[in-house]
Antibody
Framework: EVQLVESGGGLVQPGGSLRLSCAAS????????MSWVRQAPGKGLEWVAN????????YYVDSVKGRFTISRDNAKNSLYLQMNSLRAEDTAVYYC??????????????WGQGTLVTVSS | SYELTQPPSVSVSPGQTARITCSGD??????AYWYQQKPGQAPVLVIY???ERPSGIPERFSGSSSGTTVTLTISGVQAEDEADYYC?????????FGGGTKLTVL
């Protein structure tokens, strides 16, 4: 059974940093693209970042470029999101998702339950 | 960057057919995907590559595509189908979600 379990969320002040983790199990982690998707309270889904199987390609939504870094450790079956210079508008539930990916399509077939990040003073 | 546009809400009576549309200029060139999200839960993929249904998704869920519009159709709607539905598309470097449609089962 595919499982994705996020952790690391919490309350952080504007300008602060936080590192999210996602522990994967039930599939060959190193064979899949992985992603982070977020959802602000009461709002819709927003893609945040993708990372290729070996970490050699990474893509970000414009609003987090230069502030967030996606990474992975295939030996630990883990995905990470380092978030720096956090803003109030980054407040959201952050989901880890497994990606099905090609040069012309990308979608998410499994999702974790999410971890809440709140940016507030 | 591009946009996907969904109606904010759709209402339907039990047993009727619900149709949720998603429009975007890139859709003739890119596949669309649909997710169901119930309150307090993670999204679930219900349609991929315009019209394919993942295993475990009921047959009443179907998808279609025509030009710049894709449609999620739920035939014989059940009370348990009440949820938010999001369309999504992507190219090689960017993923975009529609704003979501709240399906209300009257």
């Amino acid at each position: 059974e595919v499982q994705l379990v996020e952790s690391g969320g919490g309350l952080v002040q504007p300008g602060g940093s936080l590192r999210l983790s996602c522990a994967a199990s039930g599939f060959t982690f190193s064979s899949y693209w992985m992603s982070w998707v977020r959802q602000a309270p009461g709002k819709g889904l927003e893609w945040v970042a993708n990372i290729k199987q070996d970490g050699s390609e990474k893509y970000y939504v414009d609003s987090v470029k230069g502030r967030f870094t996606i990474s992975r450790d295939n030996a630990k079956n883990s995905l990470y999101l380092q978030m720096n210079s956090l803003r109030a508008e980054d407040t959201a539930v952050y989901y880890c998702a497994r990606g099905q990916y090609s040069s012309s399509w990308c979608y998410f077939d499994y999702w974790g339950q999410g971890t809440l990040v709140t940016v507030s003073s | 960057s591009y946009e996907l546009t969904q109606p904010p809400s759709v209402s339907v009576s039990p047993g009727q057919t619900a149709r949720i549309t998603c429009s975007g200029d890139a859709l003739p060139k890119q596949y669309a995907y649909w997710y169901q999200q119930k309150p307090g839960q993670a999204p679930v993929l219900v349609i991929y590559k315009d019209s394919e249904r993942p295993s475990g998704i009921p047959e009443r869920f179907s998808g279609s595509s025509s030009g710049t519009t894709v449609t999620l159709t739920i035939s014989g709607v059940q009370a348990e189908d009440e949820a938010d539905y999001y369309c999504q598309s992507a190219d090689s470097s960017e993923v975009v979600f529609g704003g979501g449609t709240k399906l209300t089962v009257l």
